[in-house]
């Protein structure tokens, strides 16, 4: 009997240690053997069971704690689930039948339902105080590399076109994997110089900068510029100035400002060079690279600034770049056409008989209803097309009465299911309003929408459209609403969240069938937000202060949908962050509303909804959200629609400058006048002991208005849409012009006052699905038209 040590988590029932709870799940089940498919189960199961305990298990406030254990007996993987809280037995929920789930509005047993069909056995016990929840799950084994080749190589019972293409292949195999290597090395080599490249570009312009603030003997900025820096690139583990006397004067640990600084051992000193990378053994981060640069001017040296990265972290990027996809695209292309080029003569006359026969012989156990599913050429094409159309129209026939009632009846099922998947109520976060709306269609179009809490100072706000209608897709949207939940919880960055999810979610999806999403992380303390699209429609943002109003539109594919290799998601998904202003608009929805119809079939459009936007947009998100759904109505005029309408509006209430001046405030405030310790002042405002003594020095220098923040606005890299329509309307004129002849026209249009860069002119033609000049000359023919 083969047993493994038994691995346990102890932990305080609480939500926050739910992360927890998922990392050990992973890592356990990585020990025990479990694959991709049953990691991902476990990793659901025991989120959504312990969810349950904190909730409902220690309901009356009263502090509780979880145990679960797992161990391995044979090929078993046990987990237990152990608690002191009120006891429940999930063996009394059956599984849900839909239609009375509909029917009594019923909302539990969902989740348990999924328990129990992500594992193999689930069973309840109570032993005195405690609730013993137990998992058991068979590891799948993988089969034997020798059992694989017995039973598909057997060379005596072979032809002699199979054994060909069998020796042809391997032969072909081997050619193309010798290829694949030399090329990942090839690219590997030239990423490297690149990113080396990049950091000594970085540290140049670091080094211009801080040179001014030197001059000005402001190196409080450089440290400033030192956290943005250190902040944005994570792989930088130190960034130092010094000046020309060799004391640091700008560093990322803050202790060491004021001190000598000390090359590390085996780097060579920066002399006559503008640049200088060398590599060392660091003692904490272990193989490093060290950058130099002088910080110069007017020819006279003033300091240096040193960076340092950790060697293994810049490979994990270069690695994650190396364009293996196109490399193995090449390879297996070449290799498929060897092989259809060896096979296909004699599969030509072969292949059709056998399939005529198989298809026969299947028409004849299933019946009429199976259909007859072959296309044939030549003479098998009319045999083919007879059997067809005689199959269709019987079929056709036999379902003709019964398709539409099922049908009605599907829909009225999954649109029901789909409303109680919705939030109920929105989360409140400081200085923001959020309102959403959704009016279900005549049919179920699949909408969806949510909002939740990533941490204490972040929320989650997503808005979806799945492909499938009826209860497939109300099922899938269930679950890519549990998936999202879980992946999002302590992540701060939009784009990897929709990669975790698609890589969780990968394989689980019917042919056919993906959801489009646009994921938000609001952020209350910076006022800002990082958000990604996964194949969404654009979400439009309104500036107050300079009344303009842009499309925010990232590139990504829809989650589940098939692209052939789950990296190539990865590599294809944008993230990008913007600042909010007081008074900025966020409108996220879906295309149920632009796809909206009035009785001449005319669409409602993206026009009309932006300028509804632009002239709601000084109300409450509520009466802007139900003055936008009027206008829709109105222009529709009752006209039943074929797709939902959803839409989430928000709202920035406070400037980041202002809450932080006032947080900055309390602090000080807590300490000298509430007799605080430091300790718990920076507890209660979230603010760290380092930047509490930095304020501190800065507040005596310059007095109580130095703690106010720089306002630091990150730029949105897309034209606002009154600038697109102007940029249509040359094109429209001259849709010869290319992206840089366009800006010429610009200028001239206003009199040289709008100077764009081309690279935003080349962005705006392809969200216009215009970047080519075959489909400018397409779209000004269309608009003749």
Known sequence: MKTSGVRRLDIQAESKNLARIRDFAIKSGQKFGFNLRQLNGLKLSLDEICTNIIKYAYN????????????????????????????????????????????????????????????????????????????????????????????????????????????????????????????????????????????????????????????????LLIEEQIYELVEEESVIVRLTVIDRNGTIIADRTVQNIGKGYRSPEGVVPLIDQTYLVQQYEDGEFGTSLHYSAPIIISDMLIGKAFLVIQKEQMEEAVDSRVNRMRIVLYMLLFWFIGIVGIT?????????????????????????????????????????????????????????????????????????????????EVPQTEGFEISAKYDAAMEVGGDYYDYFFVDEHSIGITVGDVSGKGIGGAFLMSIVRTALRLEAREQKDAGDVLVRLNSTLHGEFKKGMYITLFYIILDSRRRSINYASAGHTPMILYRAEKDRIYQLNPRGYPVGLNIGDVKLFKKSMDNERVSLNKGDLLFVYTDGITEAMNSRREEYGEARLLD?????????????????????????????????????????????????????????????????????????????????????????????????????????????????????GIVAENPEYSAKTIREALKQKTDGGLDLDVTLISRELRRLKLSTKEKRIAYTRRRGS
């Open 60 to 219: 009356d406030g009263t502090p509780g704690g979880i145990r679960i254990e797992m161990s391995r007996s044979n090929d078993n993987v046990v987990t237990k689930v152990i608690d002191r809280g009120v006891s429940f037995d999930i063996d009394t929920v059956t599984d849900p039948d839909l239609g009375r789930y509909v029917k009594e509005r019923k909302k539990g047993g969902f989740g348990i339902y999924l328990v129990k069909q992500l594992n193999d056995s689930v069973e309840y016990g109570r032993e005195g105080e405690l609730n013993i929840l137990t998992l058991t799950n068979a590891v799948e084994q993988k089969p034997k590399l020798s059992d694989v080749i017995k039973r598909n190589f057997q060379p005596k019972k072979m032809t002699i076109r199979v054994r060909f293409a069998v020796i042809a292949t391997l032969i072909i195999s081997v050619i193309s994997v010798g290829t694949y290597f030399i090329a990942s090395m090839t690219q590997r080599r030239a990423l490297t110089r690149q990113y080396t490249g990049n950091y000594v570009a970085l540290l140049k312009s670091f080094a211009s900068t801080s040179a001014e603030y030197m001059l000005s003997e402001r190196s």
């Open 344 to 424: 296909f003569l004699g599969n030509m006359f072969v292949t059709p008989v056998k399939k005529i026969t198989e298809e026969l012989n299947r028409v004849g156990k299933e019946g009429v209803t199976g259909g007859f599913h072959f296309a044939g050429y030549g003479e098998f094409a009319d045999i083919s097309t007879a059997f067809n159309r005689m199959m269709k129209e019987l079929k056709s026939s036999e379902e003709r009465l019964t398709d539409q009632a099922r049908l009605k009846k599907e829909m009225q099922l999954a649109q029901s299911i789909q409303q109680t998947l919705l939030p109920k």
């Open 612 to 728: 509804a936007i632009k002239r709601y947009s000084s109300l409450s998100t509520v009466e802007c959200a139900e003055a936008v759904m009027d206008d829709i109505k109105s222009f529709t005029g009752g006209t039943p629609q074929s797709d939902d309408i959803t839409f989430i509006v928000i709202r920035n209430r406070e400037k980041y400058s202002e809450l932080e001046f006032k947080k900055r405030t309390k602090l000080f405030d807590l300490v000298e006048k509430e007799g605080y310790t430091v300790q718990k002042a920076c507890k209660e405002t979230g603010i760290s002991k380092s930047t509490y003594y930095r304020l501190k020095r800065l507040r005596e220098e310059k007095g109580h208005e130095a703690l106010k923040p720089r306002t630091i606005e990150q730029e949105i890299e897309v034209v606002d849409h009154d600038i697109s329509q102007k940029i249509l």
